[in-house]
């Protein structure tokens, strides 16, 4: 029964992830076309993690060095500095980077960290039930085991426990925790042309920004914030005032 279970689960992520390369990642009602700086500091920030998948260190150093030259109050850029003189052993500037990202930024330094799946998931938002089994699967969440969460979430779905766009913004965490970011905006995309919540503005805008698409990430947080949705409000002033 547990490999049906798991087998629905992919096969349910099938057409959302088949709808992922037509994206458009500006849709959203920002006030801010980032295409207009997408050379600049932003598009230097995608240079960099490019040049650290291809083990280019140094140069993403100097990348980030440009961005923290121009833009010495953004977060992300020190976080991401940081990484990649961690990787170079030079680990105390990577100290000094990240304190300052902390100090700038709290939430930034959560999100542009990799592989931290329990202090990510702390930042989305979620449905609020009192649900034994959906209890669980924050419990999975939070040890790591975002699969087995996942699968609970099918099952929950299956035995109509989640209703649909529940389910989806469910599924959107955890690829969103996954660090799948594209297929977390197409399960977000897919809830919200159905049901427009906070908490999925919410979530969404926070994926936005993890593929540096800050204009409509901010602009869904706000969004959010206008509905009444409290953390993002929070999370609009840490991560969007640069």
Known sequence: MRHLILFLALVLTWP???????????????????RQ????????????????????WEEAILTYDNIVAQWPNWAPAYTKRAMAKA?????????????????????????FSERNPSSKAQLLATVETETPKLNHVYQL??????????????????EQSLPATEAALLRGNIQLL????????????????????????????LARIMTFNFPDGCADLEQAQAMGHTPSADQYVDLCSF
Do not use: C
Not at 188 to 205: F, I, M, Q, S, V
């Open 16 to 34: 959302l992830v088949s709808q992922v390369s037509q994206i458009d990642l500006y849709q959203s009602n920002a006030r801010i076309d980032q």
């Open 37 to 56: 700086f997408g050379n600049g500091v932003v598009g230097d920030l995608l240079k960099g993690k490019n040049l650290v998948r291809q083990g280019r």
């Open 87 to 111: 990787k170079m052993g030079r680990q105390q500037e990577a100290t000094a980077d990240l304190q300052m990202a902390q100090r700038l930024s709290p939430n930034s330094v959560i999100l």
């Open 141 to 158: 969440k939070q040890r790591g085991l975002l699969q087995q969460a996942e699968v609970t979430i099918v099952e929950l779905y299956e």
């Open 178 to 205: 996954l660090e799948n970011h594209q297929h977390a905006i197409a399960y977000y995309d897919w809830a919200l042309d159905r049901e427009t919540k906070p908490e999925l503005l919410h979530n969404r805008g």
